[in-house]
């Protein structure tokens, strides 16, 4: 729409005021006509800037953010696809001879590189390896193993666990109710 085209529906609507009142406002859609048709950005225009202004910075705020969050990651491996380090850590936990034992093992190998090793030791009988899952706060790792009702052939499960961060404390759940890890391995090199 075109402003000096409603200049004499306002000049007609403000009959009653003063006329610097009206002279001013007559002024003002003149200059804000000319301004856009000259390119000059509009009021309008200089709004819609600040508010992707405004997005910008919410959006690289946000990544900012999200950078910080903890980041773990897993993955079910074979004894095959592990080095030897961890493969002897594993050879000298099946050979412990304790009726106690509860079958969850960790090793730690190289920064942020965990391994966790369940034997069947951890299931009850003519149960089944149900999964794990892992959660984080901010100087915790929380480990998560369960059962499920269905019986399961693997004699062994071995995860590789990748962090961004060291953790000050690891704890392990069965079925979610804390117990503990039956050896906890470290690294020499």
Known sequence: MNLLSILPQIRKGMGKCKYS???????????????????????????ARVKKLFLLIFVFS????????????????????????????????????????????????KAHIQYLYVTQDFLANEKGFGGLDIETDKDSMHIYLNENDEPTEDTYWLYRIKSDREFTYSKVYKNGEETYFGTIGVSGD
């Open 21 to 47: 009142t009206r002279r001013f406002t007559e002024n003002f859609i003149i200059e804000r006509q000319l301004n856009e048709e000259n390119g000059i950005f509009s009021e309008r225009k200089g709004v």
């Open 62 to 109: 946000s990544l900012l953010v999200g950078c910080d969050e903890n980041t773990v990651s897993y993955s079910e491996v074979k004894q095959e696809q592990v080095n030897e380090n961890v493969k002897r850590f594993i050879q000298s936990v099946e050979g412990i001879q304790d009726p106690e034992r509860n079958g969850i093992y960790k090793y730690y190998d």
